[in-house]
């Protein structure tokens, strides 16, 4: 008998890897959003950067800002995003910042050319309808 721990709804989800898509469409974009269920502050941004994708939590760890649509750069080979908001940089591996902040990331894995993220919850390229709440 099969055992498995996860469910499609609810908010107990543990953490597990996600399918995500095709790495070699996901490529095509420096950073695509992907949504969660449980809300935007759990949104995470793949990016794409020099042939290697890394996960971060969408929302900057400062105020909100939107990490996806933030500058990436190479500082002597260490890659960062930096906030569109205020200019904080974020480390894409560590996700840790100069300023002491701490994005949270994730792992990202590659399997027969598919992107898969290690995540609490499902993620998805597209939106999740709003969930009503009662
Ligand atoms: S919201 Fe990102 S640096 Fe302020």
């Known amino acids: ?12 989800e543990s953490v597990s890897w996600r399918l995500i ?7 095509k974009k420096q950073c695509c959003m992907m949504y969660s269920p449980l ?3 759990f949104d995470v941004c793949l990016f794409h950067v020099k042939g290697e994708f890394f996960a971060m939590d969408a929302r900057c760890s400062h105020s909100g800002g939107p990490l996806c649509d933030g500058d990436i750069e190479d500082a002597n080979g260490v ?13 894409l591996r560590t996700g840790k ?9 994730y ?7 598919c992107v898969y993220v290690k995540h609490a919850s499902p993620l998805c390229l597209k939106p999740f309808p709003a969930v ?3």
């Not at 890659?79 to 480390?91: E, G, I, R, S, T």
């Not at 792992?107 to 050319?113: F, G, M, R, S």
């Open 132 to 134: 009503k709440k009662s």
């Open 39 to 41: 809300g935007h502050d």
């Open 97 to 105: 910042s100069g300023t002491g902040l701490q994005q949270e990331v």
């Open 79 to 91: 890659l960062q995003v930096f906030c569109p908001w205020h200019d904080y940089d974020f480390n």
């Open 1 to 12: 008998m099969a055992s498995s721990s996860g469910n499609e709804d609810g908010n107990t």
């Open 107 to 113: 792992e990202v894995k590659i399997q027969d050319n």
């Open 21 to 27: 898509g095709q790495a070699s469409e996901l490529s």
